[in-house]
Nanobody, 116 residues
Framework: QVQLVESGGGLVQPGGSLRLSCAAS????????IGWFRQAPGKEREGISC????????SYADSVKGRFTISRDNAKNTVYLQMNSLKPEDTAVYYC?????????WGQGTQVTVSS
């Protein structure tokens, strides 16, 4: 059974940091590209970062470039999203995603709130 479980969200002040985790089960994560998305209240879900399978190439949306870093630990079957210099506009539910064998898989999401 394929499953993605996000964790690490919470309440943080502007300028603070959080590290999100996406733990995979039911498949070997390093064979697939993994994406992080977020959805703010009243807005569409947007893709913010992804990491490729074999060589770990990364990409970022302009809104998070230079502040967020995606990485993977294949031994732990986990992908991370390190978020620094957080802003109130980063407040959203964050989801990880994998497209595997013709199907889309999403985690349940983790809430990130940036507020003073």
């Amino acid at each position: 059974q394929v499953q993605l479980v996000e964790s690490g969200g919470g309440l943080v002040q502007p300028g603070g940091s959080l590290r999100l985790s996406c733990a995979a089960s039911g498949f070997t994560l390093d064979y697939y590209a993994i994406g992080w998305f977020r959805q703010a209240p009243g807005k569409e879900r947007e893709g913010i970062s992804c990491i490729s399978n074999m060589y770990g190439s990364t990409s970022y949306a302009d809104s998070v470039k230079g502040r967020f870093t995606i990485s993977r630990d294949n031994a732990k079957n986990t992908v991370y999203l390190q978020m620094n210099s957080l802003k109130p506009e980063d407040t959203a539910v964050y989801y990880c995603f994998v497209y595997r064998r013709g199907l889309n898989y999403w985690g349940q999401g983790t809430q990130v709130t940036v507020s003073s």
